[in-house]
């Protein structure tokens, strides 16, 4: 992460704190250390900055199995398609594209291949990203059915912001400098 936040230039510091905070165990309470790196992930792809990515999956991969590597990189492709479509029912306000039936494969959601609750974490913070209120709250809801605690939500999407925050800024600067 060191290299991350020597990217973050200095009218964005306060970014530079969150992120030495948020991935921490300290800094996300509520979150194993395989959650934390998993959502970090998910989040990072879903932000579409190929060099935060990249960086976050170079510190996340010694710190996950496969299996979550992959899960992670699910969540941010499932999510991806699934928050267009339902962000769509939502903001569309008209019940009858609610009672069609969507078409779209999902199988993922169902086997991702890891704990679901560790899935629904990641699927979360990409649906945050992605500014689905219909994801977001489905998976809020699952993850309470899982028992998983509000302290943890939190912790999951302040990760996301952050990430989300800092790809902004990395594509401004890189825009600055082109």
Not at 122 to 134: D, E, H, T
Not at 148 to 164: E, I, M, N, P
Request: overall charge neutral; charged content about 20%; some cysteine.
């Amino acid at each position: 992460m060191d290299a991350l936040k020597d990217r973050i230039p200095d009218y964005a510091r306060d970014l530079r704190l969150n992120i030495s905070s948020v991935l921490t165990p300290q800094g996300a309470p509520g979150l194993t250390e395989a959650q934390l790196w998993m959502v970090a992930l998910a989040s990072a792809i879903a932000c579409r900055n190929a060099e935060l990515a990249r960086m976050v999956e170079t510190d996340a991969t010694p710190r996950l199995a496969q299996a979550e590597i992959e899960a992670a990189r699910s969540a941010a492709a499932i999510m991806g398609m699934n928050n267009v479509y339902y962000r769509f029912l939502h903001l569309v306000e008209d019940e009858e594209y609610a009672r069609l039936p969507a078409r779209l494969r999902m199988n993922v959601i169902g086997s991702p291949g890891i704990p679901k609750a560790d899935f629904e974490l990641a699927s979360l913070a990409v649906s945050a990203v992605n500014g689905c209120g219909k994801c977001v709250t489905a998976h809020e809801r699952v993850l309470r059915q899982h028992e998983v605690g509000r302290q943890a939500v939190q912790s999951a999407v302040r990760v996301a912001s952050v990430l989300h925050a800092i790809a902004g800024v990395l594509d401004y600067e890189a825009a600055r400098a082109a």
